[in-house]
């Protein structure tokens, strides 16, 4: 059996596109997950930690055989394999892969929570995932695109273009 699930991608260091390209051609690679659609990238300023680079995130659904924990042990595995260190909470990242929604189950366990429990809140996680997705229903019945509506950041929030990368070289 599998499962419709969303990832939210993230990365701000090195170079975020081909650390998030890449991702993406692992996941698609994983004899149990299959990529379905994958939101447009864009460049969001950071949270928490403002002391830092700009960030490139995008959403990804997927098709997956795998179980929740098999999930998040892949999504780890493919952030070491491209250079993840964990040194700082929300600090400058290579890659960062986190599970949104796993089917309609609520996980609570103390490595994962589905549905992520800030992603409501947070416009770099819904603007790609209301992209991709924006009838997913995310918490309290909203779906993504109303989540949208009620942050005042979304609109701050742009699609990165082949011609960043060029001007930024």
């Keep these: 059996m599998t499962v419709r699930a969303f990832i939210g991608l993230g990365a701000n260091i090195g170079d975020p596109v081909t650390q998030l390209e890449e991702a993406l051609e692992l996941l698609d690679k994983h004899a149990d997950i299959d990529v379905v659609r994958v939101s447009s990238f864009y460049q969001t300023a950071p949270v928490g930690v403002l002391d830092q680079p700009d960030f490139t995130n995008a959403c990804c659904e997927i098709s997956t055989s795998l179980q929740p924990l098999d ?5 780890q ?9 964990r040194e700082k909470r929300w600090g400058p990242r290579t890659l960062d892969l986190d599970i949104l929604l796993f089917g309609e ?11 992520h429990p800030r992603m409501h809140e947070r416009a770099f996680v819904i603007v790609p995932l209301a992209e991709i997705a924006p009838d997913i229903v995310v918490r309290d019945g909203k779906t993504a695109a109303e989540w949208k509506e009620t942050l005042p950041d979304a609109g701050d929030i742009t699609k990165r273009s082949p011609q960043d990368d060029i001007e930024n070289e």
């Design 71 to 75: 999930l998040l042990s892949f999504l």
């Design 77 to 85: 595995e493919v952030e070491q394999e491209l250079g993840r260190i």
């Design 105 to 115: 189950e609520n996980i609570k366990l103390e490595s994962l929570i589905v549905p």
